[in-house]
């Protein structure tokens, strides 16, 4: 099953345009990292925030975390065509010192030249 | 540096048959999971292996079995393969153990996963 939700479902923007994804979680987490996908390829890893992280950048991503409320951002800055691609957060769960990612539904990201 | 590798990259099989499926994980890595991506979705947790054990295991049915051989490469195999087992299989590589002190690293890295067709 999956562990939260990602707000919107779709999102089409035009390039130059700021993208922002939305994903809410339900358990306490270590980190929640953030993923691309093209076209149901391999996942790129994009950045992971700690449970004690409220805020990163890196590049044109700026990530947040809120943990009271269970919820997490990405935004885009300035969008590009290449950014087209479905986005997906998840989230790190630890079990005996093990840690597996629980994902959410993705937001599917089109950038329009 | 090699990143993760995975094969065949599709995979066309019938109902009732068996599949194996391959992961190399990434030059330095020793720990590999396994999720499934069906359509339309994100990726769900199979199971996890770290020296040659299954560590963790998600939600799935003794069907899905694996297995980490001593170069930390690792399998998935699937029996009695079913319809709904139609998924991209992608394989993520991760360190548990680090020398020399530091810490593992909490980034998983994928492949290019493993497009398999049941019919």
């Known amino acids: 099953s999956q562990q939260g939700e990602e707000d919107p479902q779709a999102l089409s923007i035009q390039e130059g345009e700021n993208a922002t994804m939305n994903c809410s979680y339900k358990?306490?987490?270590?980190?929640l990292q953030w993923y691309r996908q093209n076209s149901g390829r391999g996942l790129v890893h994009l950045i992971l925030?700690?449970?004690?992280?409220r805020e990163k950048h890196s590049g044109r991503l700026r990530v947040t975390l809120d943990t009271s409320k269970k919820s997490s951002s990405l935004l885009i800055t300035a969008s590009r065509a290449a950014d087209t691609a479905s986005y997906f957060c998840?989230?790190?769960?630890?079990?005996?010192?093990?840690?597996?990612?629980?994902f959410g539904t993705g937001t599917r990201l089109l950038v329009s030249p | 540096d090699a990143g993760v590798t995975q094969s065949p990259t599709h995979l066309i099989k019938t109902r009732g048959q068996q599949v194996t499926l391959r992961c190399s994980p990434k030059s330095g890595h020793d720990t590999v999971s396994w999720y499934q991506q069906a359509l339309g979705q994100g990726p769900q947790f199979i199971f996890q292996?770290?020296?040659?054990?299954?560590?963790q295991r998600g939600n799935f049915p003794d069907r899905f079995s694996g297995h980490q051989f001593p170069n930390y490469s690792s399998e998935l195999n699937v029996n009695a393969l079913l319809l709904g087992d139609s998924a991209l299989y992608l394989c993520a590589s991760s360190l548990q153990f680090v020398r020399f002190g530091g810490r593992p690293s909490d980034t998983q890295y994928f492949g290019p996963g493993t497009r398999l067709t049941v019919l």
């Open positions: 358990t306490s987490i270590n980190n």
């Open positions: 292996y770290y020296e040659e054990e299954e560590r």
């Open positions: 925030i700690r449970s004690n992280e």
């Open positions: 998840a989230t790190a769960i630890f079990n005996t010192g093990f840690q597996k990612l629980v």
